[in-house]
């Protein structure tokens, strides 16, 4: 419970509120830099951007320009044309112009701020099996050529083994 102070001529009045109800108003009025209104974007990407929002996840602003991540350099290419959509999908969630322009960076290992990627499967390597006639081609290949040196580092590897 939260005490609601209301002013009046006839002096002051305390009134027993639910949290719930005088929180977002009390925020309201101490949010001047719009910082809460972004979270809610943050919170509602997928549900915003659809389909697109597994390709471009938001990194943050400077000033008026809003940065997405993307995966891989073909996908932010791509993306980079329909940045007037983005942009126009976010400054109507928001209610007013906030963004003017939309540069996207390479996740690189970041963490996006409406969470994290969905984790991939990791895929160890298959370990290599020994080729049954290995070592024929000695005598065959020049020991001072190229294919010479890579076949007998092929054969390192599965000598360390």
């Known amino acids: ?53 597994p390709l471009a996840r938001p990194l943050g602003h400077r000033g008026s320009r809003l940065i997405l991540a993307a995966e891989d350099p073909m996908v932010m290419q791509e993306a980079q044309f329909l940045g007037p959509l983005l942009l126009g999908k976010i400054n109507g969630f928001l209610g007013k112009e906030v963004f003017d322009k939309v540069t996207f960076e390479l996740l690189n290992g970041r963490v996006p701020l409406d969470g994290d990627f969905p984790e991939q499967e990791i895929t160890r390597p298959k370990k290599l099996k020994k080729p049954e006639n290995l070592g024929g081609l000695d005598t065959a290949l020049p020991s001072d050529s190229a294919i010479g040196q890579c076949y007998r580092a092929y054969q390192r590897m599965f000598a360390d083994k």
């Open 1 to 53: 419970m939260a005490f609601l102070r209301h002013h009046s001529r006839s002096g002051r009045r305390n009134k027993v509120v639910r949290i719930g109800s005088a929180l977002p108003d009390f925020l309201g009025r101490i949010d001047t830099s719009g910082g809460m209104a972004l979270v809610r974007l943050w919170r509602e990407w997928d549900r915003l951007m659809g389909d697109m929002a």
